[in-house]
Every structure is written in structure tokens, then in C-alpha cells.
Nanobody, 121 residues
Framework: QVQLVESGGGLVQAGGSLRLSCAAS????????MGWYRQAPGKQRELVAR???????NYGDSVKGRFTISRANAKNTVYLQMNSLKPEDTAVYYC???????????????WGQGTQVTVSS
């Protein structure tokens, strides 16, 4: 059974930092592209960051220079370090794992349950 469990969300003031973690089980982690997505109320889901099996990364335009995605294959875990947080970063953040054969189709993979991030002004 594939499972992704996110942690690390919470309430933080603008300008602060949070680190999200996503622990995976039931998959060969090293063969999966890992991504973080977010969805705010009334808005569409958007890509925050993704990291390939080879460690290449790409970020949504709104978080470039502030967020960093990384992965620890030995721990089956992907991280999202979020710095200089803004109120507009407030959303539910979802972890995604998709096999490397379908790197651009996150809906073919597995989603976590989501973790709330709230940034106060």
C-alpha cells in the first residue's frame, strides 16, 4: 500500500520559515519524481516544487528563490524548506509521488493527505 505522510505545517508570521516533510512507504522511492503542490481556498492546485530521481528541481514562479526542495532517498523522505513566507503562501500543501516514467502527470501517482500552512501578516 502506497502512503505519503506530510508533516511540518502550521501557523507562522510573514517573513518566517517552515520545513515540510513527506515520508513515503510502499514505493521504490528512488524511482519516483517527488513534488509539492498547494491549493488555497477558491484557487486551483499549483505546483510548488518538484525534484526528479536525478535531483533536478523546478519551482513555481511565485516561490523561486524562497523555497528549496530536497530528497533523502535513504530515508524515503522529501523536504520543502520554505523561507521568507508571505500571506499568499497560505494553502494546504500536498506531497506527490509519481513514477519516473510519468514525470509530468502527478495524477498518475499518489497524493498525501495534505498539511495546512498559514502565514499571518
Amino acid at each position: 500500500q502506497v502512503q505519503l505522510v506530510e508533516s511540518g505545517g502550521g501557523l507562522v508570521q510573514a517573513g518566517g520559515s517552515l520545513r515540510l516533510s513527506c515520508a513515503a512507504s510502499g514505493i521504490i522511492f528512488s524511482l519516483n519524481v517527488m513534488g509539492w503542490y498547494r491549493q488555497a481556498p477558491g484557487k486551483q492546485r499549483e505546483l510548488v516544487a518538484r525534484i526528479t530521481t536525478g535531483g533536478s528541481t523546478n519551482y513555481g514562479d511565485s516561490v523561486k528563490g524562497r523555497f528549496t526542495i530536497s530528497r533523502a532517498n535513504a530515508k524515503n523522505t522529501v523536504y520543502l524548506q520554505m523561507n521568507s513566507l508571505k500571506p499568499e503562501d497560505t494553502a494546504v500543501y500536498y506531497c506527490n509521488a509519481v513514477h519516473m516514467d510519468h514525470p509530468h502527470d502527478p495524477d498518475l501517482g499518489t497524493w498525501g493527505q495534505g498539511t495546512q500552512v498559514t502565514v499571518s501578516s
